[in-house]
């Protein structure tokens, strides 16, 4: 059965030198250490193997064929990849929310923060907690607050952007400036 995943490029579809195509790519065998196209489940997951979003592109997939994982974080290799649309930066960070709040369970990718964190040089923050709060390093950075649900409460997602999001300025869930003292810190980290 095959599932939805997303993979990075270098700019042009390229990967360890291979020439993806958009579309259906096939090769032969699939193990996430040495064979197959790999691609993760996780959006985040991408920033472990291109960090820089800006110079790389993130790609919407279908994998399907033999699949293989190897527990390390949510890559995958497969058989057969279907390269479907090219993922924005909104679009990316939507998807990496999306992803923590249908996976309520999982582990967190490294890069999200625990409560309280400020947008990365990638231009945005994904923030994770029962009060999340982010803040913005620059004028329009993108702000991802997913909001833990309590005992039997639903998880919910809060995107903030572009021309409501100031440099230097603390939001909440609601989009709301607010104040975060000195006790309140920045930690990032999976738990």
């Known amino acids: 059965m095959g599932m939805y995943v997303f993979k990075m490029f270098k700019p042009g579809l390229v990967c360890r030198d291979y020439q993806f195509k958009v579309g259906v790519n096939e090769c032969e065998h699939a193990t996430c250490v040495r064979e197959g196209f790999h691609a993760v489940e996780n959006p985040l997951d991408c920033l472990s193997y291109y960090p ?6 993130c790609w919407l997939c279908y994998a399907d064929g033999d699949i293989h994982e190897d527990g390390t974080d949510s ?4 058989t057969r990849l279907e390269i479907l649309r090219r993922l924005g930066k ?5 998807e990496a929310g ?10 967190l990718a490294s890069c999200v923060f ?6 990365s040089s990638n231009g945005f923050a994904v923030v994770v907690g029962y009060d999340p ?7 329009g950075d993108i702000l991802c607050l997913v909001k833990k649900g309590k005992e039997g409460e639903p998880w919910g997602l809060s ?14 869930f609601n989009g709301e400036e607010v ?3 000195e006790h309140e810190t920045i930690d990032s980290g999976t738990d």
Do not use: M
């Open 75 to 78: 890559k995958i290799s497969c």
């Open 179 to 181: 104040k975060v003292g």
């Open 52 to 57: 820089d979003f800006d110079s790389s592109e």
């Open 90 to 94: 909104l679009a990316f960070v939507y």
């Open 159 to 172: 995107i903030l952007c572009e021309d409501t999001v100031r440099k230097g300025k603390w939001y909440n």
């Open 133 to 139: 709060k982010a803040q913005a390093e620059r004028d």
């Open 114 to 119: 625990k409560n309280h964190g400020r947008s």
């Open 98 to 107: 999306r992803y923590i709040v249908e996976h309520p369970l999982r582990p």
